[in-house]
Structures are given as structure tokens and as C-alpha cells.
């Protein structure tokens, strides 16, 4: 996948090739410097300046040593966007039965705790997350992801769908339903607050703004009427809503789907 100057070769990965110290010659590896340093640095500037701007050597002045310092501990920069992604997935709190447990929920076990919860936890951390960390959501389809907290994520999200009752064949299509939904609902979420961030201005400012410019246009008039309809004082307000209900829908739409199969109305493969 080519990305700007930058080729990314299909199949590659950090967590798929040993990681070596770019050792050169007549050079001694870097006082005070390690991994997690790097990693934790790379995340700090990602969430104040970008993915646009952020370079090996705008990094190196962030840790103040050199850039060929940086490089006794990564060979490439898609290797460190590659640690830096992985690091920001483990930021989520994983329901019980994954990785750790899920606050106000300690007590119970992992199946105590409905598919359903479960699962909405998962897709709130997760649209929490790439709102948070609003770079997250390019490199997502740029690597293979297969670092351990993403892998954690994903054997959660599994787990769910599993005890959701549905059939094996069907998983595949009710997670990406679920969590490209998420994915997609969030993207935008988190650039729009970068969009109001960059402009200096709240994102419910920025909201009246544009709904201002419009207000005499009457090809707009049954986007007014939706919005108006829509509930909600504020943007955060109006984003939630949106995303309870359209999760609530996507619950309701495996539950009748495994609720047909279960009654003899498919044949296991999402086919009449």
C-alpha cells in the first residue's frame, strides 16, 4: 500500500521480524533512551501535532537526543507507527474474560456479564479511543495490526460474537458490521473535534455555524427537520444518541438473524 513516499509491503510487520538496534560504527547506543520512552513520545506528539507532521527527526527534538539515536531502537518509521498504534490499543478496558477487568464489573465473571454489555463496552472503548487518538484511524488500514493488545482486542470481540449465539460462518459479518460501524462513526467524530480544535472554536460553536449557513437554503430543509427531530442540546449530546441507537440497532439485527437460523429460517451462511 503506498502512503504519500512511503511503500509499506504487504505481509510485513514489526511483530513479525526480529527488532535490532541500528548499530553504526564509532557509535555508542544512547544514555536514557529505551523502547517504552520512544513509543510513549511518539504517542504524546501523534495527539498534539499529527500524523501529517510527525517525522524521526521532529521526534528526536521531542526526546532531545539525535535522530540516529531513535534508530538504535527501531529500524524504520512504520515500525514505530506500527509499536505507537498497538500501544494506544491497549489504553482499552477489556471486558472480563479478555484482558483484565472492566470497572464496576470486578465481581463478576466472565459469563456473567450478557453478550449484549459486552459488547457495547467494547464498541464505546473502541469509539473512544480513535476519537482520542484521531491518527489512529489511517494507520489502522495501513498495517497489519497483529501487535498483542490489538491482538487482545480482537480475541475479546470474538468472544462476544461467539457467546452471542450466532453460527461460526456468521461471526465475520456481525463483527464487521459492529466495529466498521464503529470505526467509521468515530473517524469522523474524532476529526470534526480536530476541525473545531484547529479553528479555535467548541464543536457545538462550530455546529451552529454551519447549520447557520444553511438556514435559507431550501434543499436543506429535510436535513433541518432531522436535526430538529434529532434530540440532543449539544454536539457531544447529539453524537451519543446517534451512536447508542444505531449500536442498538446493529444488537437487534444479529439477535434476529441468530434468532432465524436457530428456528430453521437459513442455512448458516446469512442465505434464505
Not at 513479525?16 to 520512552?37: F, I, T, Y
Not at 521531542?62 to 490499543?89: C, I, N, R
Not at 484482558?99 to 465481581?107: N, R
Request: glycine residues 10%; charged residues 25%.
Amino acid at each position: 500500500m503506498a502512503t504519500g513516499s512511503r511503500v509499506i509491503r504487504p505481509g510485513t510487520s514489526v511483530w513479525l521480524s526480529e527488532r535490532k538496534a541500528s548499530k553504526r560504527k564509532g557509535e555508542q547506543q544512547p544514555a536514557g533512551l529505551d523502547h517504552v520512552k520512544i513509543v510513549a513520545a511518539t504517542v504524546r506528539l501523534l495527539d498534539a501535532e499529527g500524523l501529517a507532521r510527525f517525522s524521526m527527526r521532529r521526534l528526536a527534538a521531542e526526546l532531545g537526543v539525535t535522530a540516529m539515536s531513535v534508530y538504535w531502537y527501531v529500524e524504520t518509521k512504520d515500525q514505530l507507527l506500527e509499536l505507537a498504534l498497538d500501544a494506544a490499543m491497549g489504553e482499552m478496558s477489556l471486558p472480563p474474560g479478555s484482558l483484565g477487568p472492566v470497572e464496576g464489573y470486578e465481581h463478576l465473571e466472565h459469563e456473567e456479564l450478557d453478550w449484549r454489555d459486552r459488547l457495547r463496552r467494547i464498541a464505546s472503548e473502541y469509539r473512544r479511543l480513535l476519537v482520542v487518538h484521531p491518527w489512529l484511524s489511517p494507520l489502522l488500514g495501513e498495517y497489519m495490526n497483529i501487535g498483542p493488545n490489538a491482538m487482545a482486542f480482537s480475541t475479546a470481540v470474538q468472544r462476544v460474537l461467539r457467546d452471542s449465539g450466532l453460527p461460526p460462518s456468521q461471526v465475520p459479518g456481525a463483527l464487521g458490521l459492529v466495529f466498521q460501524f464503529v470505526y467509521g462513526f468515530s473517524t469522523i467524530e474524532g476529526r470534526f473535534a480536530a476541525r473545531c480544535r484547529a479553528a479555535g472554536v467548541s464543536q457545538d460553536e462550530f455546529f451552529q455555524q454551519m447549520m447557520g449557513t444553511i438556514e435559507d437554503r431550501p434543499e436543506f430543509d429535510e436535513s433541518r427537520a432531522l436535526m430538529e427531530a434529532r434530540g440532543g442540546s449539544t454536539v457531544p449530546e447529539m453524537r451519543e444518541r446517534d451512536f447508542t441507537f444505531a449500536l442498538d440497532c446493529a444488537i437487534a439485527g444479529i439477535e434476529a438473524l441468530r434468532d432465524g437460523h436457530a428456528h430453521g429460517q437459513g442455512d448458516g451462511d446469512g442465505e434464505d
